[in-house]
């Protein structure tokens, strides 16, 4: 079982940045994929980034150049930095841990997920 917990959400103006972090319960943490996902009103969760086991990472095209995911084995914990934030990037992002990692692109492929933390740029 893993538990998770983003934070570092918040209000941005389009152009600035935010890192978001997600911290994981539990021994196997570096065992696990990690990924991000968001989901604005009225819209589907999206894959956003992935960080495998390995530390290879695949992005969004909408985020390629602007997002960065990261890992922290020995901290339990993985990261998000957002730059160039724009208003289109409002949304609840999410973590989630995968252990099999079959479609990483997919949601139902993740079998733990946090509460989400919201993120909202102004234009």
């Known amino acids: 079982q893993v538990q998770l917990v983003e934070s570092g959400g918040g209000l941005v103006q389009a152009g600035g940045s935010l890192r978001l972090s997600c911290a994981a319960s539990g021994r196997t943490f570096s065992t696990y994929a990690m990924g991000w996902f968001r989901q604005a009103p009225g819209k589907e969760r999206e894959f956003v980034a992935v960080i495998t086991w390995s530390g290879t990472t695949y992005y969004a095209d909408s985020v390629k150049g602007r997002f960065t995911i990261s890992r922290d084995n020995a901290k339990n914990t993985v990261y998000l930095q957002m730059n160039s934030l724009k208003p289109e990037d409002t949304a609840v992002h999410y973590c989630?841990?995968?252990?099999?990692?079959?479609?990483?692109?997919?949601?139902?492929?993740?079998?733990?997920w946090g509460q989400g933390t919201q993120v909202t740029v102004s234009s």
């Open positions: 989630a841990a995968s252990e099999r990692l079959l479609r990483p692109r997919v949601p139902a492929s993740y079998e733990y």
